[in-house]
Every structure is written in structure tokens, then in C-alpha cells.
């Protein structure tokens, strides 16, 4: 169906994909895998069309529809979540109305044997066929079905996709896209943006697809459930294997290891073929045999070890100092945010974290998970009830935005520079190499850092200190598959408490053994690690599928009618409201800039001068998508009522 023949893609005298080959038949299911920056998502862009190859071709037949999710996109607004999501059928809606109009024509035609009654016959049953492709649940159903599988609730069907964050809009795209039912997808890490239960319904889908599948993920366990071939990209090469991901690691190791053993063996044939050349080169007697072994080291097909890409980041955090039995705990807890208006997120809340727990947060986006870890950072207090933090206890907070938080104008070396103490500020250049920021990277500013890199810097900098209790949120948003097994093994081997915010299900499997499920504004406790928690959920969930959820803003409010704002609180929310309007204005001013901007890069990108810096390009590339994500996620909070 797909065919890539001697692809290869080069750009400032660096090539990223050398001359590769590979084909993708129809219903094959292939993970492409790799290091962050190997080319994956470069093959998805060139099977689209999106970027020309320095040389080489994709072919395809042209009849097939492609569904493509791309890591960065742009957005639709303007209309609600479950009429954006029904623009998938525009042309189901196009061939009805077609059908209709020719069935009309033909109503009032008597000319029967005519070429253009014909025709019309002709085109009619053509788009019957067409039509027939369709499951026969009304457009409605099905674009509600699979919302409601992607998580959104059933009363935030009608909601403006503008007052949802950039994840909760990237899961209408991939609604979309799932709803035009395509013969082909490609998918740069769907999963993301999404929480546990909605990576489980993508699964499903998933293995029922009829089509063909090419997707790109971090998730371990999730490419394991979806495809049966992998596809690893590394350092310009490809190198395909007929099997799913898991099975693949072990295939490697072996393919290495009998490359190494057939090098190594035949490093020793010619070892002792060069000496007896050597020894008996001058001996007439041995003249013959001397020529003979000189001609077949000649003929000899020399074995090459395959390079490997063996960078990685390597963490060991430092021993913890020694805390109060409990850790963290919230009795009787309503939390929220009380600006710019009183949004109840969870009542009723208890948890308790002790010495040495390592525990996970899971739920739905939105849920309240972040919001727990700000009441630990000191950043919130709660309504009613209490949250305390225990005796001695050194908190090291990795937030979700924690690049974000980071300041642009330093250095990577400045970064750690300015908080570091003591000894430890001996050791600065080596805990940099160990998150990958070798030789002038450390030299680099911030602001011209992927958010990948972004992502490592704020990592390095909880090694600094030894914190006895670590609370990370979705640390591992932009690692590869080797580094979150390392920083796992950190993890695991860490001596101190750990909280945890993830939907990286492979991620959470043998690290945690406790979980608070984060849902419908209340918190509940589960015993064991995340399979455990996945098998008491789904039979949990068959027992309550056809109950109807109460909607979360009932659900978490207090009962009775609130009382009238008074005066004062009147006149603070419209001058807040006032604030939020100007701030939303300058915003959108600032969006349309990055988009006119990015698209300029873009075009620069697509054909090249040879004057042209592509690596200084690309970072500029990367840093405009990066700030054009965040203002409009600040946008779209902005909008929420």
C-alpha cells in the first residue's frame, strides 16, 4: 500500500534518514520507534507530503484516505465540541445531498435512453457504493460515541471547543480523524494528552481498525497492544522487525549479539591469516599459499557491527534524610480555586502518604490531580478541612509546565549554577552530561531549548538536593522509551516517598503500590500497583455502564442555592472580568504573530537555499510551536467559565 524506496533526507550537511527502504501492506500494524529527533515523525510528514525527501520517493494509490495526527497542530474554534467533531462527515453529508438532488432529477427525467439519464444512473449507484462503506449509526451517534470514549463527558458535548486546553482539542482532532474511518493511520504519540481509561478505548479501536496503522509512541505497553511490526529509526538507518515492540527488544539484543560473535570471530581469521602472510611472505616455498591468503583477504566480505546510539540520560537521586511517619495528608478536604471565580474541583477529600510509599495519582484530565499537588507545594490551601505536609519533610516538585517555569534568559550551566550549594556545585558539568547536555550545550540559553531538553534541565536540577519527598507531574511527557526505563530504575531504587501523576501505564507498572483515583470531584483509595487497579476498574466499569453520571458541576457542588454575590463581590469580578477580556484580546493579537510567523518558517523550510541555516531554523521552528502552544493554552484557561 506504502511504499518508501531510497528515502533519504538531508539538511546542513547532516543527513537524518540515509537511503531507507520499507513497505506497509494493507491492515499491517507498524510502531515506529527511536530516540527523540531520530526521524519518525520526518517519515509520517513525508508519507503525507508534507516535506519532499533530498532524494527518493513514497508511493501510494491514490484512492486511499489518510488520517493524520500530527505531535503539533493547529486548532478549529468557533463551534462546539460535538458540531467540530461532526465536520468529519462533510463529505458523508455532500454524497447524501448529491444522491438526493440526482434522485430528484431523475424523478422528473423521461428520457430513458439517453447517455445523460444514464450517467445519472451511472453516478447514483457509484455513490451508493460509497455510502455503503458507512456504519449505519446516525453521524451523531457515532461522533458522540467516540467523544465520550476519548473522555469528554456527556454534558460538555455542547461546550465551545475554545474554552477546552490544547490536550482536551488535540482529542477532537483524533475524534475527527477516527470518524472519517481512513484506510490508513499515522499517529505521533496520540496518548499524549490522554488519560488512562481513554488510552484503553484508543486500544480497542485500535485493534479493530481494518486499515493500515503507523504509529509513533513512547508508550511501551500501548504499542505492544496495537501493532505487530516494528520499525526502529536510528541514526539514518532503518531496521524492521516482524514483531510487536517487547518482542523486538529481545530480537535486537540477539541480531547484536550474533553480529558481535561472527565480527569477533572473523577478526580472528584475519589476525591469523595476516601473520602467516607475514611470516612466510619471503619463503619461495610458501609463495603460493602467501598469494592465496593475500587474494582471499581481498575477496573477503568484511562484517560491520551495526553503530548504536547508546546516549541516555543516567539519574541516581541522593539518599533521602529521614521524615516523620506521615508524609502528606488531607482530612475532610474541599479544594478549588476561589479566582477569578469559586470552582469547587474535589470535596470530601482524604489521603494519607507515609515514609517510603511510592503512590500514584490517575484520573480524567482535570480531575484534580495537579490541584492535590499544589496543596503539598503550599501553592493552595484548602476551603474547608486541612492538608499537611509532615515533619521534616523536603519536597522536590516537578510540575507539568515545569519548562515553562524555567528562566529563558539563562544558561542550561546557570540554571543549575544558581541554586546549587555546597560540594554539589563540583559536580554541576557531570549531572548535566548525565541528562545529555554535553560540550557547548551547557552554554546554550533556555530559550532556544526543545521542550524536550526543557524537560531534562528541570529533571537535573531535582538532583541537586536531597529531597526526601519527590511529586512529579507527568515527568515523562517527552522522554523516549530508554530514558523513562532509566529514570524508572532511578525511581525504583530511590529511598525516599514518591508522588506520582502519569497516564504512562508501563511507566506505573512495578513502580507504585498504592493509587487515588481522581473522579467526579471525589477521591477514592486502591491498594496494589496499576494492573490491579485496571482489572478492579473494567469489571467496576461493566457494572455501571448504563448508569447515568451525574454531571461533575452537580456532582461537586454544595447543595441549595448559593447565595447573591454581594456589591463587593460584584465589582471584584468585573474588573477581574475586565482583566481576563484585555489579557485574552493582546493574546489572540499575539497568536495570530506566531501563526504568520510559523507559517514563514515553515515555507522556508519546505524549499531551501543553500544560505540557509536548517538546524538554527528548526530550533527557531521548534521554539515558536512551543511558545504558540503555551499562550494558547493560557487562552483557552482563560475562556473556561
Known amino acids: 500500500m506504502i511504499s518508501i524506496s531510497d528515502l533519504t533526507v538531508s539538511f546542513g550537511g547532516f543527513t537524518l534518514l540515509d537511503s531507507i527502504n520499507f513497505h506497509i501492506s494493507e491492515k499491517e500494524k507498524v510502531g515506529l520507534v527511536g530516540k527523540n529527533g531520530a526521524g519518525k515523525s520526518t517519515i509520517l510528514k513525508l508519507i503525507m507530503g508534507l516535506q519532499s525527501p533530498t532524494s527518493g520517493r513514497v508511493t501510494m494509490p491514490s484512492d486511499r484516505k489518510i488520517g493524520y495526527l500530527p505531535q503539533i497542530m493547529k486548532h478549529s474554534r468557533g463551534k462546539s465540541v460535538i458540531d467540530e467533531a461532526m465536520t468529519a462527515f462533510a463529505e458523508h453529508n455532500e454524497l447524501n445531498i448529491r444522491m438526493d438532488r440526482i434522485s430528484h432529477e431523475l424523478a422528473n427525467r423521461t428520457d430513458y435512453e439517453s447517455d445523460g439519464y444514464h450517467r445519472l444512473i451511472v453516478e447514483l449507484n457509484e455513490i451508493s457504493d460509497r455510502l455503503r462503506i458507512y456504519p449505519l449509526e446516525s453521524p451523531r451517534v457515532q461522533a458522540e460515541k467516540t467523544l465520550l470514549g476519548l473522555g469528554f463527558r456527556k454534558g460538555e458535548l455542547d461546550r465551545m471547543t475554545s474554552t477546552f486546553s490544547h490536550g482536551w482539542n488535540m482529542r477532537i482532532e483524533l475524534a475527527k480523524i477516527l470518524l472519517r474511518n481512513p484506510d490508513i493511520l499515522l499517529l505521533d504519540e496520540p496518548t499524549n494528552h490522554l488519560d488512562i481509561e481513554s488510552i484503553q478505548w484508543l486500544e480497542e479501536y485500535l485493534k479493530s481498525f481494518p486499515g493500515a496503522l503507523v504509529l509513533i509512541s513512547h508508550d511501551r505497553r500501548f504499542l505492544d497492544n496495537c501493532t505487530n511490526r516494528t520499525v526502529e529509526v536510528m541514526l539514518g538507518k532503518i531496521y524492521d522487525y516482524k514483531v510487536p515492540y517487547s518482542q523486538f527488544v529481545e530480537l535486537r539484543k540477539e541480531r547484536i549479539a550474533q553480529q558481535r560473535a561472527a565480527y569477533e570471530n572473523q577478526q580472528r581469521m584475519i589476525e591469523k591469516t595476516e601473520e602467516f602472510i607475514e611470516k612466510f611472505r619471503y619463503k619461495p616455498t610458501k609463495s603460493n599459499q602467501v598469494q592465496s591468503r593475500i587474494k582471499q583477504l581481498e575477496k573477503l566480505e568484511r562484517i560491520e557491527i551495526d553503530e548504536e546510539d547508546l546516549s541516555t540520560i543516567t539519574v541516581r537521586f541522593p539518599s533521602a534524610p529521614r521524615s516523620g511517619d506521615v508524609v502528606f495528608s488531607v482530612k475532610d478536604a474541599t479544594i478549588g480555586y476561589s479566582k477569578p471565580r469559586k470552582k469547587i474541583v474535589l470535596s470530601g477529600a482524604n489521603i494519607t502518604i507515609r515514609r517510603g510509599e ?56 546557570e540554571t543549575l549554577d544558581k541554586i546549587a550549594v555546597g560540594d554539589v556545585r563540583t559536580r554541576l558539568r557531570d549531572i548535566l552530561g548525565a541528562f545529555l547536555f554535553r560540550g557547548e550545550d551547557i552554554d546554550k540559553k533556555v530559550a532556544v531549548l526543545s521542550g524536550g531538553e526543557r524537560s531534562r534541565l528541570a529533571m537535573a536540577k531535582l538532583i541537586l538536593h536531597p529531597y526526601n519527598l519527590l511529586a512529579l507531574d507527568e515527568p515523562t511527557n517527552h522522554m523516549d522509551l530508554r530514558s523513562k526505563d532509566v529514570l524508572k530504575q532511578a525511581l525504583q531504587k530511590y529511598d525516599g516517598t514518591l508522588i506520582i501523576v502519569s497516564h504512562d501505564r508501563d511507566f506505573l507498572d512495578g513502580l507504585v503500590e498504592k493509587i487515588y483515583e481522581f473522579a467526579d470531584g471525589k477521591v477514592k483509595e486502591h491498594l496494589g500497583g496499576v494492573d490491579d487497579f485496571l482489572y478492579r476498574k473494567k469489571i467496576s466499569s461493566l457494572r455501571e455502564i448504563e448508569i447515568k453520571q451525574q454531571p461533575y458541576s452537580q456532582a461537586a457542588s454544595a447543595p441549595g442555592k448559593e447565595k447573591s454575590s454581594t456589591y463587593e463581590e460584584q465589582k471584584y469580578l468585573s474588573k477581574e472580568e475586565r482583566r481576563i477580556k484585555n489579557r485574552r484580546q493582546r493574546l489572540e493579537n499575539e497568536i495570530s504573530a506566531l501563526e504568520e510567523d510559523i507559517s514563514a518558517v515553515e515555507a522556508i523550510l519546505a524549499s531551501p537555499s543553500p544560505e540557509d541555516d536548517i538546524v538554527e531554523i528548526t530550533h527557531k521552528y521548534q521554539d515558536l510551536q512551543l511558545n504558540l502552544e503555551t499562550k494558547m493554552d493560557e487562552w483557552a484557561s482563560l475562556t473556561i467559565d
Open 358 to 413: 511510592k503512590v500514584a495519582f490517575v484520573g480524567r484530565n482535570g480531575e484534580g490531580k495537579t490541584t492535590v499537588m499544589r496543596l503539598l507545594t503550599g501553592e493552595l490551601q484548602p476551603f474547608e478541612g486541612e492538608a499537611v505536609v509532615g515533619y521534616n519533610v523536603k519536597t522536590g516538585y516537578f510540575a507539568q509546565n515545569q519548562e515553562d517555569l524555567l528562566d529563558k534568559k539563562d544558561t542550561v550551566y
